[in-house]
């Protein structure tokens, strides 16, 4: 085998190794996606289960910032996975 021969190979080996990583790139690009979408979908369904039931007790406060909404989502969410969505401490059992 001729010397530019091999060089051809071990460039269309490089080449089709770096399009499998790029592909695999992609995949989990799109899989992170996909669960950020999952995770803010969440956190949506969360925030209005917790409005809707405040407002039939106590009422929702002006929240101004989003300080203001996880101080008051901290108060109020006691379920462990709605309070992870949201990046909340677990509570500790009273």
Do not use: N, Y
Request: positive net charge.
């Amino acid at each position: 085998m001729l010397q530019a021969d091999r060089v051809r190979l071990r460039v269309q080996s490089i080449d089709d190794r770096l399009a499998r990583l790029r592909a695999e790139r992609d995949r989990l690009a799109a899989r992170a996606h996909q669960a950020e979408r999952k995770r803010d979908t969440r956190r949506k369904i969360v925030l209005g289960g917790a409005v809707l039931a405040a407002l039939d007790h106590e009422g929702v406060p002006a929240l101004l910032t989003r300080a203001e909404l996880l101080l008051w989502l901290d108060e109020h969410l006691t379920r462990p996975p709605d309070r992870a969505v949201f990046d909340l401490t677990p509570r500790q059992p009273a």
